[in-house]
């Protein structure tokens, strides 16, 4: 098929017109954006095989493949290895996204080393910092290993050749934003600098064996083209996440051709780079208030890692007008729904208050079943009572004021077992699932009686 036209892209969407303009599906949200010719590339002949010639290796059944040993290597960070799904396979191209600044080359650096002390040579390769920017902080990070290869480079094609000569078992490209192909006529970091060099990195990991991680930019807003348009391509997307002011940082695979995507590693960013978390909940729990009104203990489930948060409330009396609602580390509607059955069904007059909500420590609760725990932390901010320290919650709650039952219940009464709470919350359904668990439970069928029970209204 030959291309001799140029196409309209859109950098945001990666949309593809035969016509310049503005890109008519971001145009529907009221974005007007204007397309960005891109020239066909050049090389393109090279990718394909002539037509009906025969195959290098012949269709066989899948029975008969040998997986070889050694396909998948550990990269001495336990906590990555975990997202991984047991360690970097052989031949994988791994995509790790985030927002600037969130850590990413800090991560990579740090288990390029691990990796080059125990696996042999790790090249890396940075497009945004010099040699001497980045010996800097591997010195800072604790120095570096002799098999660890650094090259300040943008051209992919140079990349390969050093790729040729290092032959390392990993290669860290930082950050895909700043590579680019010069045959491909668009800027490095436009979406068809991006998928190209993607694409050839993703041949270069399958033909050479060598496992690739790239780092990709990506804001909130989505204005860096990137790792969206990479994310079908590669075999592996983990996204480094966290608050930037807090220490606290969460590495998530969405995406896994090699294991399962439930899997979370827990980091805490600190002057020596970032430390692994073992045991997330003591981490959030440290610094937590005893017998305070207003706090509540939540266990929440990343896939199958249960993490215990604290969830605070400040429910304080509305000055004037509309009372505000402000919620951090949650979500906002939620949080807004729990307070109107907080109303409705508990007859708590929340309408005239104010109400802040946030997960302490820069958490995140993104699951209904930590639903009970936040409006029983705004009714204890309320009614100024606090809840016993030793007192976990669990529960999603229904518009009727119901608490419905959770999955993974008895994952999450073992976590808070093992942290010494003696005594747990949970739905009236969930009694026999929770036996055994080592801890004490109560199970309640509205809200209104988790009220009555831990604030002895
Ligand atoms: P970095 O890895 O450069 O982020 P990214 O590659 O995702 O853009 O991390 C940058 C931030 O991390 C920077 O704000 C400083 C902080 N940091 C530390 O707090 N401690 C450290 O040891 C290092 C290396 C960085
Ligand atoms: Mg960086």
């Not at 249960?306 to 505000?324: D, I, Y």
């Given at each position: 098929?030959?291309?001799d036209?140029?196409?309209?892209?859109?950098?945001?969407?990666?949309?593809?017109?035969?016509?310049?303009?503005t890109?008519?599906?971001?145009?529907r949200?009221?974005?007007?954006?204007a397309l960005v010719?891109e020239r066909?590339?050049?090389?393109?002949?090279?990718r394909?095989?002539?037509?009906?010639a025969?195959?290098?290796?012949?269709?066989?059944?899948?029975?008969?493949?040998v997986i070889?040993?050694?396909?998948?290597?550990?990269t001495?960070?336990?906590e990555?290895?975990r997202?991984?799904?047991?360690?970097?396979v052989?031949?994988?191209?791994?995509?790790?996204?985030?927002?600037?600044g969130?850590?990413k080359?800090?991560l990579?650096l740090?288990?390029?080393?691990a990796?080059?002390?125990?696996?042999?040579?790790?090249?890396?390769?940075?497009?945004?910092?010099?040699a001497?920017?980045v010996?800097l902080?591997?010195?800072r990070?604790?120095?570096?290993?002799?098999?660890?290869?650094?090259?300040?480079?943008?051209?992919?094609?140079v990349?390969?050749?050093?790729?040729?000569e290092?032959?390392p078992?990993?290669?860290?490209?930082?950050?895909i934003?700043t590579?680019?192909m010069?045959?491909?006529e668009?800027a490095?970091?436009?979406?068809?600098?991006v998928r190209?060099?993607?694409a050839r990195?993703?041949?270069?990991?399958?033909s050479?064996?060598?496992?690739?991680f790239?780092?990709?930019?990506?804001?909130?807003?989505g204005t860096?083209?990137?790792?969206?348009?990479?994310?079908?391509l590669?075999?592996?997307v983990?996204?480094?996440?966290g608050?930037?002011?807090?220490a606290?940082?969460?590495?998530r695979?969405?995406?896994?051709?090699?294991?399962s995507t439930?899997e979370?590693?827990?980091?805490?960013m600190?002057?020596?780079?970032?430390?692994?978390?073992?045991n997330?909940s003591?981490?959030?729990?440290?610094?937590?208030?005893?017998?305070?009104?207003?706090?509540?203990i939540v266990?929440?489930?990343?896939?199958?890692?249960?993490?215990?948060?604290?969830?605070?409330?400040?429910?304080a009396?509305?000055?004037?007008?509309?009372?505000?609602?402000?919620v951090?580390?949650?979500?906002?509607?939620?949080v807004?729904l729990?307070l109107a059955?907080?109303?409705?069904?508990?007859?708590?007059p929340l309408?005239?208050?104010?109400?802040?909500?946030?997960?302490?420590?820069?958490?995140?609760?993104a699951?209904?079943?930590?639903?009970?725990?936040?409006?029983?932390?705004?009714?204890?901010?309320?009614?100024?009572?606090?809840i016993?320290?030793?007192?976990?919650?669990?529960?999603?709650?229904?518009?009727?004021g119901?608490?419905?039952?959770?999955?993974?219940?008895?994952?999450?009464?073992?976590?808070?077992?093992?942290?010494?709470?003696a005594?747990?919350?949970i739905?009236?359904?969930?009694?026999?699932a929770?036996?055994g668990?080592?801890?004490?439970?109560?199970?309640v069928a509205?809200?209104e009686?988790?009220?009555k029970?831990?604030?002895?209204t």
């Amino acid at each position: 098929m030959a291309r001799d036209r140029s196409t309209y892209r859109c950098q945001e969407c990666g949309y593809a017109g035969a016509k310049p303009g503005t890109c008519p599906d971001c145009a529907r949200t009221g974005h007007y954006l204007a397309l960005v010719e891109e020239r066909p590339v050049a090389v393109r002949g090279e990718r394909g095989r002539p037509r009906g010639a025969p195959p290098a290796e012949r269709a066989r059944p899948l029975g008969d493949v040998v997986i070889e040993d050694g396909e998948r290597f550990t990269t001495g960070m336990r906590e990555l290895d975990r997202v991984l799904g047991g360690g970097v396979v052989r031949g994988s191209l791994v995509l790790i996204g985030g927002d600037p600044g969130i850590g990413k080359s800090t991560l990579l650096l740090q288990s390029s080393r691990a990796l080059a002390e125990r696996s042999g040579p790790v090249l890396y390769v940075s497009g945004e910092e010099s040699a001497g920017q980045v010996k800097l902080r591997a010195d800072r990070l604790g120095g570096t290993a002799p098999e660890l290869f650094f090259a300040a480079e943008n051209d992919l094609g140079v990349i390969e050749a050093h790729l040729a000569e290092v032959a390392p078992r990993v290669l860290v490209v930082d950050s895909i934003q700043t590579v680019f192909m010069p045959e491909v006529e668009s800027a490095p970091g436009s979406v068809s600098q991006v998928r190209e060099c993607g694409a050839r990195l993703m041949r270069l990991a399958k033909s050479r064996g060598v496992a690739i991680f790239i780092v990709g930019h990506v804001t909130k807003e989505g204005t860096i083209a990137g790792p969206r348009v990479l994310e079908h391509l590669v075999d592996t997307v983990l996204y480094f996440e966290g608050e930037r002011h807090h220490a606290y940082r969460v590495l998530r695979a969405v995406k896994n051709r090699f294991g399962s995507t439930n899997e979370i590693g827990v980091f805490e960013m600190g002057d020596g780079g970032l430390v692994e978390v073992r045991n997330p909940s003591s981490f959030f729990l440290a610094e937590r208030p005893r017998g305070a009104p207003g706090s509540a203990i939540v266990a929440t489930l990343e896939g199958t890692r249960p993490m215990l948060l604290e969830v605070q409330a400040l429910v304080a009396p509305a000055s004037f007008g509309t009372p505000r609602r402000t919620v951090l580390g949650a979500d906002y509607n939620r949080v807004c729904l729990l307070l109107a059955v907080l109303e409705k069904r508990v007859g708590l007059p929340l309408q005239s208050q104010d109400a802040f909500v946030n997960v302490a420590g820069g958490g995140r609760i993104a699951e209904p079943a930590a639903d009970l725990g936040a409006a029983l932390a705004a009714a204890s901010s309320y009614l100024d009572r606090p809840i016993a320290p030793d007192v976990i919650v669990i529960g999603e709650v229904g518009l009727t004021g119901e608490v419905r039952g959770v999955t993974g219940l008895a994952q999450r009464l073992r976590e808070a077992a093992a942290l010494g709470f003696a005594t747990a919350v949970i739905p009236q359904s969930g009694l026999a699932a929770a036996a055994g668990c080592g801890i004490e439970v109560h199970g309640v069928a509205t809200v209104e009686d988790a009220v009555k029970l831990l604030l002895g209204t």
